[in-house]
């Protein structure tokens, strides 16, 4: 991974349907997820509602998880949104792992459940 040292400054992407991703930082940026994002293995997608505004965030995910099995896909959110399940399905397909308790519950989730793993593998039979 290489280190970028000199001046930041910050760079806003309004939330509107004329976004500009021109900026040299950016493109970079999206130009290097899309090979990380080939590379996963699982995706998690929490609190995104996947507006349909975003336009090079859906390209992006499109070309990045397209060989990512649906099943490896996880939103977490609060609460049944139709719309936002079309344009989830749309993009990655019907088996996506949808997890509707929000992102608090969620988390107590995940946690339990690696407890649970951690003391199956650790125990003698």
């Known amino acids: 991974m290489r280190v970028l040292s000199g001046p930041l400054r910050s760079v806003m992407i309004t939330p509107s349907f004329a976004k500009d991703y021109r900026n040299p930082h950016i493109q970079r940026l999206w130009y290097?997820?899309?090979?990380?994002?080939?590379?996963?293995?699982?995706a998690y997608f929490i609190g995104y509602s996947l507006p349909d505004d975003h336009l090079?965030?859906?390209?992006?995910?499109r070309r990045g998880l397209e060989v990512l099995?649906?099943?490896y896909i996880t939103v977490v959110t609060f609460?049944?949104?139709?719309?936002m399940r079309r344009r989830y399905t749309s993009l990655f397909g019907?088996?996506?792992d949808w997890q509707l308790i929000g992102f608090q519950r969620w988390m107590i989730e995940q946690k339990r459940l690696r407890s649970v793993g951690?003391?199956?593998a650790g125990s003698v039979h």
Do not use: F, M, W, Y
């Open 32 to 42: 290097e997820a899309e090979p990380l994002l080939r590379s996963c293995k699982r």
């Open 56 to 61: 090079e965030v859906i390209h992006l995910l």
């Open 69 to 71: 099995n649906a099943k």
């Open 79 to 83: 609460g049944e949104n139709d719309e």
């Open 94 to 96: 019907r088996q996506i």
């Open 118 to 120: 951690s003391n199956a």
